[in-house]
Nanobody, 125 residues
């Protein structure tokens, strides 16, 4: 059973930091990539970042470059962990953040077919 579970969201002041986590399991990781997208109220989904599994190359949306860092742990007990370190947060980063399974490229994560329940991030003073 494919599962992706996000955690780490919350309320933070502008300029602050949060670290999101994604625990993925139930599928063969070498066939897929994992990444993040977000959706703010009333807005379309926006790709944020992803890691290409076979070589570890990372991709970022222009809006988060230099502020967000994506990383991963090697699979432990068939659970794959990925993190999104978010620094210098701005009010326009406010959204629900989802990790998803798909394919990672210059177009960020595409063809994603499973995602988690999301973790909300609110940046406000």
């Amino acid at each position: 059973q494919v599962q992706l579970v996000e955690s780490g969201g919350g309320l933070v002041q502008p300029g602050g930091s949060l670290r999101l986590s994604c625990a993925a399991s139930g599928f063969t990781l070498d066939r897929y990539d994992i990444g993040w997208f977000r959706q703010a109220p009333g807005k379309e989904r926006e790709g944020v970042s992803c890691i290409r599994n076979y070589d570890g190359r990372t991709y970022y949306a222009d809006s988060v470059k230099g502020r967000f860092t994506i990383s991963r742990d090697n699979a432990k007990n068939t659970v794959y962990l990925q993190y999104l370190q978010m620094n210098s947060l701005r009010p326009d980063d406010t959204a629900v953040y989802y990790c998803a399974r798909g394919y990672c490229s210059d177009y960020l994560l595409t063809e994603y077919d499973y995602w988690g329940q999301g973790t909300p991030v609110t940046v406000s003073s």
